[in-house]
């Protein structure tokens, strides 16, 4: 079956500019998850999509916005890029229960570099 | 605050060594302890997935072990190959928050050289 898909696969953006990334979860999977990956900090959780409610959200400012669709897709926005949002930003799924007994599988990232 | 710590930060063996990595957290609330692996550039490839009620899982060369008592876990690799080169990362589910959000650690590089 098809994996977590994410596009684009590379962007460079100018600051202060905004951007969208897309996220496609396994197919039966309505629980997508999006996570920023920096040398710096490591993985760090962004927010948190289920029935296309937000379930939770990590600390990152207003700039970074999320939402999913009624066919599990979601989408992240970033308004008024810096270039300290210059990362590999992760997109996972996972068939969400409420009691943890499933993993995540991960898409293969989109690559922003803000210039 | 739930906290995952792997160490070493970086790790060099040479071909055919069998070897361990850590995993450590510092709230043994979880619902499950997930092994990941990334190539440089790339996502992330689940290994293993341990539960909370579990103590290890296996899946070919690899080994992977949960003690939630003392907060650790370990992933054992049997017979290591060049190709096994990559960064491993744990991850955790924590029961608190009402969610299933994982938290990370900064992840062990590992080299195998041929």
């Known amino acids: 079956k098809a994996g977590v898909t994410q596009t684009p696969r590379y962007l460079i953006k100018t600051r202060g500019q905004q951007v969208t990334l897309s996220c496609s979860p396994i197919?039966?999977?309505?629980?997508v998850s999006w996570y920023q990956q920096t040398p710096g900090q490591g993985l760090q959780f962004l927010f948190e999509?289920?029935?296309?409610?937000?379930?939770n959200k990590g600390n990152f400012p207003g700039r970074f916005s999320g939402r999913q669709f009624s066919n599990s897709r979601s989408e992240m926005n970033v308004s008024t890029l810096e270039l300290g949002d210059s990362a590999l930003y992760l997109c996972?799924?996972?068939?969400?229960?409420?009691?943890?007994?499933?993993?995540?599988?991960f898409g293969s990232g989109t690559r922003l570099t803000v210039v | 605050k739930q906290e995952v710590t792997q160490i070493p930060a970086a790790l060099s063996v040479p071909e055919g060594e069998n070897l361990v990595l850590n995993c450590s957290f510092t709230?043994?609330?979880?619902?499950?302890l997930q092994w990941f692996r990334q190539d440089p550039g790339k996502g992330l490839t689940s290994l293993l997935l341990?539960?909370?009620?579990?103590r290890e899982q296996t899946s070919g060369r690899l080994n992977a072990s949960l003690d939630k008592s003392s907060g650790r876990s370990t992933l054992y690799i049997a017979a290591s190959q060049p190709g096994d080169s990559a960064t491993y990362l744990c991850?955790?589910?924590?029961?608190?928050?009402?969610?299933?959000?994982?938290?990370f650690g900064k992840g062990t590089k590992l080299t195998v050289n041929p």
């Open positions: 341990i539960q909370s009620s579990q």
């Open positions: 197919s039966g999977h309505r629980s």
């Open positions: 991850a955790l589910t924590p029961t608190q928050g009402g969610s299933e959000k994982l938290v």
């Open positions: 999509y289920f029935s296309e409610t937000q379930r």
């Open positions: 996972a799924s996972s068939f969400f229960t409420g009691q943890g007994e499933n993993g995540y599988t």
């Open positions: 709230d043994s609330a979880i619902y499950n």
